[in-house]
């Protein structure tokens, strides 16, 4: 486990802007102590990914520090705003600045926005512990598994939206029923209904937005796939080296007739090509990172031949 992370919260900051908006007295360090608790929930996360992905472990502790520094500037900046304008109930209605909350309600809005965005660094790391398993581009059940994650991730995208309808109608009881129809258990429901910190129901809108992302990247992923297949294996002869481009393993790779010397081999590693005895090939997964390392090195291999003549 890695050590929790967590920045500055300016309490004074909080006190003022709690007092022009609230007749209730501020509880002392309630502020900090809703962002230590939403922060811990991410790290909670990350904890579970180092005991089930240990792999992952770094890359999750790192995202929940980014989660930290990005919910203290929230929370700071909610304070910010809100003493920029006091509540009518506080000051009162005579000569109350309109256009001043006007202003600070339209701040207001972008901190929110601000917070969905940060929601979404909670969302990647819950993913790394959640998400299905990595499907390989080499794998040769690739497209398929690519196509059945996209029509899980557009039933999902259905679901939320259908979801958030339901429970945005009048009737409650008629939500609550459309909900019920979609398989929602009573405790789901309860959930869904909860308000949030600025009192909205149901799936966040950043929870729609990383899953139509997602949506989007598995479309683009299949679309190049798919092409590279169709596309079929090729091989170019060169003097000293060969090149094919194997769309089955899904591997640029480069034969050359015996070992290379130090300075070829030093060429390829330096550009992510690695020696694979079962291909007898210095190979490299077929990317557009791929394809650009696989220009570079040919092109100097060349220049080495035309020295060599």
């Not at 202003?103 to 959640?130: C, M, P, S, T």
């Not at 092409?227 to 480069?254: D, H, L, P």
Request: charged share 35%; hydrophobic share 30%; glycine share 6%.
């Amino acid at each position: 486990m890695s050590e929790r992370k967590y920045f500055p919260i300016n309490e004074s900051s909080a006190r003022t802007a709690h007092n022009m908006m609230s007749m209730r007295d501020y509880a002392e360090g309630s502020t900090t102590a809703g962002y230590r608790s939403a922060v811990d929930k991410a790290y909670d996360i990350a904890d579970k990914v180092a005991e089930k992905k240990p792999e992952e472990a770094e890359r999750a502790y790192r995202l929940a520090e980014r989660y930290s520094k990005k919910m203290a500037e929230y929370y700071n900046k909610e304070s910010s705003i809100g003493m920029m304008c006091p509540s009518v109930m506080i000051s009162g209605a005579g000569n109350f600045p309109v256009k001043k909350k006007e202003r600070q309600v339209a701040a207001w809005q972008r901190n929110h926005e601000f917070y969905d965005y940060v929601q979404g660094i909670l969302g990647k790391i819950e993913n790394i512990l959640y998400g299905k398993e990595i499907i390989k581009s080499d794998d040769e059940r690739a497209i398929e598994k690519l196509e059945e994650k996209l029509e899980d991730l557009k039933g999902t995208q259905e679901r939320m939206k259908a979801a958030n309808k339901a429970i945005r109608m009048k009737d409650t009881e008629a939500g609550d029923d459309a909900l019920r129809e979609m398989g929602y258990s009573e405790e789901a429901i309860k959930q869904l209904r909860e308000p949030d910190f600025c009192g909205r129901i149901g799936y966040p809108s950043y929870q729609l937005t990383n899953n139509n992302a997602n949506i989007h990247r598995v479309e683009e992923r299949l679309k190049r796939l798919k092409a590279v297949k169709e596309k079929g294996s090729s091989e170019q002869e060169y003097e000293t080296f060969k090149v094919v481009e194997n769309t089955e393993a899904m591997r640029y790779q480069i034969i050359f007739d015996g070992k290379p010397d130090a300075e070829v081999r030093t060429l390829l590693k330096s550009n992510g090509f690695k020696w694979a005895p079962s291909e007898g090939a210095w190979q490299r997964q077929i990317t557009t990172n791929g394809k650009y390392a696989l220009d570079s090195v040919v092109n100097k291999l060349k220049e080495m031949e035309i020295q060599d003549d």
